[in-house]
């Protein structure tokens, strides 16, 4: 009987371990908060991810560890991987938690990024926005996620406000700007390579955020099979550089026909959600396979799919459910502003049929302005 650790017990952790049941694998959970989402379905130890008694207790009761959230202090990745095999490698999670330490790596592989710069004074950010130009954004190197810890500097009259809203940052988590990119589209790559180095990706996937967070996202994206290569080709550069095992999300700016990198998810990602009904193998049943040493799943698409989150509260599930391709993620979690309570995935043979299944849901849940811009992309 093999048990999976998984550090953090969200909504991540919860689809991984449902992933895990038919392989026959038993869980456990390590999160900070009791009633964290992935402990409807996993054991769980509740303890803080710096606490050395509860990390001890997790390292005694699995045979491998993996993430579920990339924000597990490096040195506590460092300390059980010393105990217990840790995948992605505590490196990789490391870089993946640094913004800096991440563009910084992009760049060294030849994979192009926005503009950017490292800020540790005011000077610092007055003379980057000088040499970026505007608009540009100043974001925490570390801790930030979906949206957070970041100011969008329009002019450089902004630089003020800016700086009183992130500045006493810079001698904590650290501040980087970064140049804007007026992007066409944005798209994901998820990917997973085995411990023996094999590498399979799913085809690129389109995302939409509202407020930093993502909405809304379709696959196969509407890209050529040049730009799809050449996606790929970034993450398989990546993955081999960190000696990466798992599954994990390259997020790209797409301008003009050209990819920026904007951010490494070491982990399984949201944008990857369409995957458990629209692939033959999920994103959550690959990083599982990966991590365990066995034979990575095919990830080839079944038609096409597009995943809507609900954000805050959940919709009445009827609309989704009545469509033939309509499935239904409730992650079991009490409703709270801004947060991912759940998703759906609509999946279909054809991009007209989808498209027709997405503006019947976007009706009968009014949510047409979420839907808009997924339909006008498939018509
Ligand atoms: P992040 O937390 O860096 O993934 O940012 C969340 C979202 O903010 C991204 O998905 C983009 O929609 C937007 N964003 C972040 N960085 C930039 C940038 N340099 N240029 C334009 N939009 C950005």
């Given at each position: 009987m093999t048990t999976v650790g998984i550090l953090g017990g969200g909504q991540l952790a919860r689809m991984m371990a449902l992933a895990g049941a038919p392989l026959g694998l038993r869980f456990r959970v390590l999160d900070n908060?009791?009633?964290?989402?992935?402990g409807q379905f996993a054991p769980m130890i509740v303890g803080d991810y710096t606490d050395q008694a509860a990390l001890a207790q997790f390292a005694a009761q699995v045979d491998v560890a993996t993430f579920d959230?990339?924000?597990?202090p490096a040195e506590s990745a460092q300390w059980l991987s010393e105990r217990v095999p840790v995948f992605p490698n505590p490196r990789a999670l490391a870089v993946a938690q640094d913004r800096l330490a991440e563009k910084t790596l992009f760049r060294t592989l030849g994979i192009p990024v926005p503009g950017f710069a490292d800020i540790g004074s005011r000077a610092q950010l007055e003379a980057a926005v000088a040499e970026l130009g505007t608009p540009c954004i100043l974001k925490t190197r570390?801790?930030?996620?979906?949206?957070?810890g970041q100011f969008r500097i329009?002019?450089?009259?902004?630089i003020d406000a800016a700086w009183e809203a992130l500045g006493a940052q810079a001698m904590t988590v650290g501040l980087i700007l970064e140049g804007f990119v007026h992007f066409q589209r944005e798209l994901s790559v998820v990917a997973v390579r085995g411990r023996g180095g094999e590498f399979r990706a799913w085809p690129l996937t389109e995302n939409w955020h509202v407020d930093g967070v993502l909405s809304a996202s379709l696959a196969p994206?509407?890209?050529?099979d040049a730009l799809q290569a050449t996606a790929l080709a970034h993450a398989r550069k990546l993955a081999e550089a960190l000696d990466y095992v798992g599954v994990f999300a390259l997020e790209l700016f797409c301008r003009d026909g050209e990819l920026l990198a904007n951010e490494l998810a070491p982990r399984v990602h949201n944008s990857g959600?369409?995957?458990?009904?629209?692939?033959?193998?999920s994103q959550f049943q690959n990083h599982l396979r990966a991590v365990l040493g066995l034979p990575l799943g095919d990830t080839r698409m079944v038609g096409t799919a597009c995943m809507l989150n609900w954000i805050g509260t959940m919709p009445d599930a009827n609309a989704v459910l009545g469509e033939p391709g309509g499935h239904w993620h409730d992650y079991g979690k009490a409703p709270r502003?801004?947060?991912?309570?759940g998703h759906a995935t609509l999946r279909a043979d054809s991009a007209e049929e989808l498209a027709m299944a997405l503006q019947r849901v976007g009706v009968a849940l009014d949510r047409e302005g979420q839907v808009a811009p997924v339909v006008a992309a498939l018509r």
């Open positions: 908060v009791a009633d964290a989402c992935a959230f990339e924000n597990v570390r801790l930030g996620y979906d949206g957070k329009k002019s450089a009259a902004d994206a509407r890209v050529e959600h369409w995957t458990i009904e629209g692939s033959e193998t502003d801004g947060r991912k309570v």
